[in-house]
């Protein structure tokens, strides 16, 4: 069991994504980088980031921080929510386009996230197997 | 009487929560008023002996106080009748008879949690609860059918008690959604819409006791609180001869606004969306009272458009609307005309729409004009078959003006009927039903042109002698123990009132007396040729799915630049496959609407309704490509799953 968002559950989420998904197949070989801004995480309602880029379907990285120079990165897309709501997106409870629906997630560049709702649904229920602490 | 005696009545609930306004001077349920949960309420109480008999609640002490709060005084029969043709005594005295099937002290109350304990201390002892029979009274309505979600209900009367409890969901890290009457969800939730619409647990936060309401007739505005309905607002304006853009009379007014804009037929020269609001009060997420008005917030009227716009729960709660009224003028007048070809009715509309005349103007259907002005649905069949057969009246232009452009609309119209005859048609439908099969009729279909002959010929008088029409004989068509209140009813001269109806929208509702409907159209540029492409989107899903569809209404905006149509898909909600069908012609009709340049379905104006329309309409959004498309068909699967799960 890992803490959601710790860096071992970075580090699993990778080794997860990396051998369990093809990036063809299940990754649709997308180019994109997105940034998660994680807003009220316990205890102490702090925020937290969840940054990961794929290129040709490679995940080239998978970053949790509290550290907001991530933003540095100028991910393609930016996704910002409160943290019961990534947990349940993480945790498989609900897709994050049902969240946009929902009017938990605020998005950006929701063109370019409209492309790649597939790989990024199959991404997030590769990493709901990981073993969590929420 | 057994609770599975009146199923096949209460699964077919539709939750319009007309009963929680007075719209025939029947005053209403007591019991409701009193303690303001559905529960207590004529919609209610049908829920509740649904969900008991098909095993959904567990019966507890609260159920005792909600069965026993009912004296079976009757006005919900007369109420609900009139639009629905149920009785909700009926389901009441199954509940009653139920409850003696009970073991004596077998109900236990429910334990009071860490959550309801503070709801309370908010709102006061009988304004917030966890019990599952109370809560149970708001599935179909709010709580998707078959959750397995822990809700809480809370009634707040002011916006400082609402901002307390968004900030207790915020503790609580719970989330939480208002409730105005009810009857967005009534509709939606039958649908794929069902779990974007509404919460998989937490607060609701029913508003129907914040009812403050003030006119100001000098200014020409109104100023209400989110339990406020169109009819109890349309009421208080027109004590003052002034009147409100509104919806159907059960809907709350600040709900709707905020949802969908309020677009009526009078839109045509009241106009949609911000046209008619000044300012709002509402709270944000954090707890936070804003106002429109507020000069440091991001811009409030700013909307992303098109596919990725949509979003079915509103981001915001308000709490107090100002809103613009509309002075009545002294001769305000309906006239109607009535086409067999939309093409034609378009044509004429279009060009009144473009000439600014008609203060309300719509082209209607004949399945509207038949289910609105009928008092039972199978007399509503019944004359939609013979409009339809004999008559050859498909659509009518239906205009309330002046008197000055009553007269050029009957200049411009080859054929046309007003106030007089609309009435007839109203007291003499039942008569009118039952000449199916008569000679007149044959005679008329045989006429070159059946409507010249009707509604302006030399048969006109023969017509509506033979309806024979009258408060009396159209109550002989509802049970024998309503008749008499019926025919006082009908004796009310607003009843037949075509104006009148128009503002106060109180008939509507009566397109769910057989089955349930799922709204479709939405918003589109005002030429010919784009409405009939849009109607063909809407027609061909239907078809394919087996889905009984119709067009509705279509009104234009803008002086006729822009149309909202409504067409709807009728169905049986309790049937499953028939359920599966119509989420599928959903989904086909938003992909045919998309690959169309400039239209926006309806859904996708959902939580926009305080939006400046310019910012969701304009420009012109191209019809997305085939590359888009097929994202947009990844898109449904991953929110609803594949086509099987529906």
């Given at each position: 069991?890992?803490?959601?968002?710790?860096?071992?559950?970075?580090?699993?989420?990778?080794?997860?994504?990396?051998?369990?998904?093809?990036k063809?197949?299940?990754?649709?070989?997308?180019?994109?980088?997105?940034?998660?801004?994680?807003?009220?995480?316990?205890?102490?309602?702090?925020?937290?980031?969840?940054?990961i880029?794929?290129?040709?379907?490679?995940?080239?990285?998978l970053?949790?921080?509290?550290?907001e120079?991530?933003?540095q990165?100028?991910?393609?897309?930016?996704?910002?929510?409160d943290?019961?709501?990534?947990?349940?997106?993480?945790?498989?409870?609900?897709?994050?386009?049902?969240?946009?629906?929902?009017?938990?997630?605020?998005?950006?560049?929701?063109?370019?996230?409209?492309?790649?709702?597939?790989?990024?649904?199959?991404?997030?229920?590769?990493?709901?197997?990981?073993?969590?602490?929420? | 009487?057994?609770?599975?005696?009146?199923l096949?009545?209460?699964?077919?609930?539709?939750?319009?929560?007309?009963?929680?306004?007075?719209?025939?001077?029947?005053?209403?349920?007591?019991?409701?008023?009193?303690?303001?949960?559905?529960?207590?309420?004529?919609?209610?109480?049908?829920?509740?002996?649904?969900?008991?008999?098909?095993?959904?609640?567990?019966?507890?002490?609260?159920?005792?106080?909600?069965?026993?709060?009912?004296?079976?005084?009757?006005?919900?029969?007369?109420?609900?009748?009139?639009?629905?043709q149920?009785?909700?005594t009926k389901?009441?005295?199954?509940?009653?008879?139920y409850?003696?099937?009970?073991?004596?002290?077998?109900?236990k109350?429910?334990?009071?949690?860490?959550?309801?304990?503070?709801?309370?201390?908010?709102?006061?002892?009988?304004?917030?609860?966890?019990?599952?029979?109370?809560?149970?009274s708001?599935?179909?309505?709010?709580?998707?059918?078959?959750?397995?979600?822990?809700?809480?209900?809370?009634?707040?009367?002011?916006?400082?008690?609402?901002?307390?409890?968004?900030?207790?969901?915020?503790?609580?890290?719970i989330?939480?959604?208002?409730?105005?009457?009810?009857?967005?969800?009534?509709?939606?939730?039958?649908?794929?819409?069902?779990?974007?619409?509404?919460?998989?647990?937490?607060?609701?936060?029913?508003?129907?006791?914040?009812?403050?309401?003030?006119?100001?007739?000098?200014?020409?505005?109104?100023?209400?609180?989110?339990?406020?309905?169109?009819?109890?607002?349309?009421?208080?304006?027109?004590?003052?001869?002034?009147?409100?853009?509104?919806?159907?009379?059960?809907?709350?007014?600040?709900?709707?606004?905020?949802?969908?804009?309020?677009?009526t037929?009078?839109?045509?020269?009241?106009?949609?969306?911000?046209?008619?609001?000044?300012?709002?009060?509402?709270?944000?997420?954090?707890?936070?009272?804003?106002?429109?008005?507020?000069k440091?917030?991001?811009?409030p009227?700013?909307?992303?458009?098109?596919?990725?716009?949509?979003?079915?729960?509103?981001?915001?709660?308000?709490?107090?609307?100002?809103?613009?009224?509309?002075?009545?003028?002294?001769?305000?007048?309906?006239?109607?005309?009535?086409?067999?070809?939309?093409?034609?009715?378009?044509?004429?509309?279009?060009?009144?729409?473009?000439?600014?005349?008609?203060?309300?103007?719509?082209v209607?259907?004949?399945?509207?004009?038949?289910?609105?002005?009928?008092?039972?649905?199978?007399?509503?069949?019944d004359?939609?078959?013979?409009?339809?057969?004999?008559?050859?009246?498909?659509?009518?232009?239906?205009?309330?003006?002046?008197?000055?452009?009553?007269?050029?609309?009957e200049?411009?119209?080859?054929?046309?009927?007003?106030?007089?005859?609309?009435?007839?048609?109203?007291?003499?439908?039942?008569?009118?039903?039952?000449?199916?099969?008569?000679?007149?009729?044959?005679?008329?279909?045989?006429e070159?042109?059946?409507?010249?002959?009707?509604?302006?010929?030399?048969?006109?008088?023969?017509?509506?002698?033979?309806?024979?029409?009258?408060?009396?004989?159209?109550?002989?068509?509802?049970?024998?123990?309503?008749?008499?209140?019926?025919?006082?009813?009908?004796?009310?001269?607003?009843?037949?009132?075509?104006?009148?109806?128009?503002?106060?929208?109180?008939l509507?509702?009566?397109?769910?007396?057989?089955?349930m409907?799922?709204?479709?159209?939405?918003?589109?540029?005002?030429?010919?040729?784009?409405?009939?492409?849009?109607?063909?989107?809407?027609?061909?899903?239907?078809?394919?799915y087996?889905?009984?569809?119709?067009?509705?209404?279509?009104?234009?905006?803008?002086?006729?630049?822009?149309?909202?149509?409504?067409?709807?898909?009728?169905?049986?909600?309790?049937?499953?496959?028939?359920?599966?069908?119509?989420?599928?012609?959903?989904?086909?009709?938003?992909?045919?609407?998309?690959?169309?340049?400039?239209?926006?379905?309806?859904?996708?104006?959902?939580?926009?309704?305080?939006?400046?329309?310019?910012?969701?309409?304009?420009?012109?959004?191209?019809?997305?490509?085939?590359?888009?498309?097929?994202?947009?068909?990844?898109?449904?699967?991953?929110?609803?799953?594949?086509?099987?799960?529906?």
């Amino acid at each position: 069991m890992v803490k959601y968002l710790s860096k071992e559950w970075a580090e699993l989420a990778k080794k997860k994504v990396l051998t369990e998904l093809d990036k063809a197949r299940d990754l649709k070989n997308m180019n994109t980088s997105l940034l998660n801004i994680i807003q009220n995480v316990p205890p102490d309602n702090k925020t937290m980031y969840f940054y990961i880029k794929f290129i040709e379907g490679n995940l080239e990285e998978l970053i949790t921080s509290s550290d907001e120079s991530i933003k540095q990165k100028n991910a393609e897309i930016t996704a910002t929510g409160d943290y019961t709501t990534f947990v349940q997106i993480s945790s498989g409870q609900m897709s994050s386009a049902m969240a946009l629906l929902k009017n938990r997630l605020k998005m950006t560049n929701k063109m370019k996230a409209l492309t790649i709702t597939k790989p990024i649904d199959t991404f997030n229920g590769c990493i709901k197997g990981i073993q969590t602490e929420y | 009487m057994n609770l599975s005696d009146v199923l096949e009545t209460t699964k077919k609930e539709p939750h319009c929560g007309l009963c929680k306004i007075d719209f025939l001077g029947t005053g209403v349920c007591s019991a409701g008023k009193k303690h303001g949960f559905v529960a207590y309420w004529p919609e209610g109480r049908m829920e509740l002996a649904r969900a008991l008999a098909e095993n959904e609640v567990e019966p507890s002490v609260a159920l005792l106080d909600v069965v026993n709060s009912c004296n079976l005084c009757g006005v919900c029969d007369r109420q609900c009748y009139f639009i629905t043709q149920r009785r909700p005594t009926k389901a009441q005295q199954a509940l009653k008879d139920y409850v003696t099937t009970l073991p004596p002290n077998s109900l236990k109350s429910t334990p009071e949690d860490e959550i309801v304990k503070d709801l309370r201390t908010i709102v006061g002892n009988n304004w917030a609860t966890n019990d599952p029979i109370i809560i149970a009274s708001y599935i179909r309505s709010i709580i998707k059918q078959k959750s397995l979600g822990k809700y809480y209900i809370v009634m707040p009367q002011t916006t400082e008690e609402i901002v307390a409890i968004v900030k207790l969901a915020n503790k609580y890290k719970i989330p939480y959604l208002p409730r105005g009457n009810g009857t967005f969800f009534g509709v939606a939730l039958q649908t794929l819409l069902a779990e974007p619409a509404t919460i998989e647990q937490g607060i609701i936060i029913d508003l129907w006791r914040m009812k403050d309401l003030h006119v100001d007739p000098e200014t020409i505005t109104a100023t209400i609180g989110p339990g406020v309905t169109s009819f109890e607002l349309q009421k208080a304006a027109h004590a003052h001869k002034l009147r409100a853009n509104v919806a159907e009379a059960e809907s709350c007014v600040c709900a709707n606004a905020q949802n969908l804009g309020i677009v009526t037929t009078w839109s045509n020269t009241y106009g949609w969306g911000t046209d008619n609001f000044i300012d709002a009060e509402y709270i944000d997420s954090t707890g936070t009272i804003q106002h429109l008005s507020d000069k440091d917030i991001p811009n409030p009227y700013a909307s992303e458009q098109g596919l990725l716009s949509l979003s079915l729960i509103p981001s915001v709660i308000i709490t107090k609307l100002t809103l613009k009224l509309h002075e009545i003028l002294d001769d305000e007048q309906a006239v109607f005309v009535p086409f067999t070809t939309l093409p034609e009715a378009l044509d004429l509309a279009h060009e009144l729409a473009k000439r600014n005349i008609g203060i309300s103007l719509a082209v209607l259907s004949r399945k509207y004009l038949t289910e609105f002005i009928s008092p039972t649905h199978e007399i509503a069949e019944d004359f939609n078959f013979i409009a339809e057969k004999y008559l050859k009246l498909n659509y009518v232009v239906d205009v309330i003006c002046d008197a000055q452009n009553k007269k050029i609309v009957e200049e411009l119209a080859e054929v046309s009927f007003d106030h007089a005859m609309l009435k007839s048609l109203i007291l003499g439908s039942s008569k009118l039903a039952s000449m199916k099969e008569s000679s007149l009729l044959k005679t008329i279909a045989e006429e070159e042109n059946p409507l010249k002959a009707v509604f302006g010929g030399p048969m006109r008088k023969h017509f509506e002698k033979g309806l024979a029409s009258s408060p009396q004989e159209l109550a002989k068509v509802f049970p024998e123990d309503l008749r008499d209140f019926f025919e006082k009813l009908y004796s009310k001269p607003e009843l037949t009132n075509p104006v009148w109806l128009h503002s106060f929208r109180i008939l509507p509702c009566r397109m769910e007396r057989k089955h349930m409907w799922m709204y479709r159209g939405g918003y589109m540029p005002g030429d010919k040729k784009t409405i009939l492409k849009v109607i063909d989107a809407l027609e061909k899903p239907a078809q394919t799915y087996n889905i009984d569809g119709a067009f509705g209404f279509l009104s234009y905006l803008e002086r006729g630049k822009l149309a909202h149509l409504e067409y709807d898909y009728y169905y049986d909600h309790t049937d499953p496959d028939a359920r599966k069908r119509v989420n599928k012609a959903i989904v086909e009709s938003w992909r045919r609407q998309f690959a169309i340049k400039g239209v926006t379905p309806l859904e996708f104006i959902c939580s926009k309704g305080l939006h400046r329309k310019e910012h969701i309409l304009y420009p012109f959004l191209p019809g997305l490509s085939e590359e888009e498309l097929e994202h947009f068909e990844e898109l449904i699967e991953t929110l609803f799953g594949g086509e099987d799960t529906w």
